[in-house]
Each structure stands twice: as C-alpha cells, then as structure tokens.
C-alpha cells in the first residue's frame, strides 16, 4: 500500500515562499515519476510539476522560475519550492506516484493535499 503525506502547506502574502514536503513511506521517490499537483476552487487539477526516473523536470508554465521539484533520497521525499507566490497559485496541492520512469506518467497514488493560501 503506497501512502504519500504532504506536509508545509499555509497561508503566505503574495511573494512569500512556501515549501511542500511529501513523505512517501515504502515507494521509493527516486524510482519512478512523481509530481505535484494543484486545484483551485472551481477549477480542475493541474499537473504543476513532475520529476522522473532520470531527474528530468517538467513544469506548468505558470510556474516556471518560480517553483522547483525535488527528491531527497535520503528521506525518501519529494518537495515543491515554492517562491514569488501569487494569489493564482492559491489551492490544494496533491503529491502524486506513478509506477512508471518516465513520460508519460500515469499516476495511480495520491495523498490527501495541502491547502496553499496566498493574499
């Protein structure tokens, strides 16, 4: 059973920083794809970032320069840099697993989300 955990969500003034931690317990972060997503109110889930097998990085554009994604092999968790943030950036925010490597990535594991608040 793949349980992922968020963690380090909040509220933050408009280009505040925030980071997001996922621990993902027996999946192992670095063997496969991960990615962070978001949904805003009223909107559908969007991929914000996704990071694969080899470390390639994918990001929305909206966030480009702004956010980056990350594993830490030694803890065994993925995390979300978050800078420059803006009240559009405002969600829940959902860590993501994947068996697979790399693109494309279906993601079959989620965690519970962490709600992102900027003003």
């Known amino acids: 059973h793949v349980q992922l955990v968020e963690s380090g969500g909040g509220s933050v003034q408009a280009e505040g920083s925030l980071r997001l931690s996922c621990a993902a317990g027996?999946?192992?972060?670095?063997?496969?794809?991960m990615g962070w997503f978001r949904q805003a109110p009223g909107k559908e889930r969007e991929r914000v970032a996704q990071?694969?097998?080899?470390?390639?990085?994918v990001y929305t554009d909206s966030v480009k320069g702004r956010f980056t994604i990350s594993k830490d092999i030694a803890k065994n968790t993925l995390t979300l840099q978050m800078n420059s943030l803006k009240p559009e950036d405002t969600g829940i925010y959902y860590c993501?697993?994947?068996?697979?490597?790399?693109?494309?990535?279906?993601?079959?594991?989620w965690g519970q989300g962490t709600q992102v608040t900027v003003s």
């Open positions: 993501a697993a994947s068996w697979n490597r790399y693109s494309p990535c279906a993601y079959k594991f």
């Open positions: 027996a999946f192992t972060v670095n063997n496969y794809c």
């Open positions: 990071s694969d097998f080899y470390g390639s990085t």
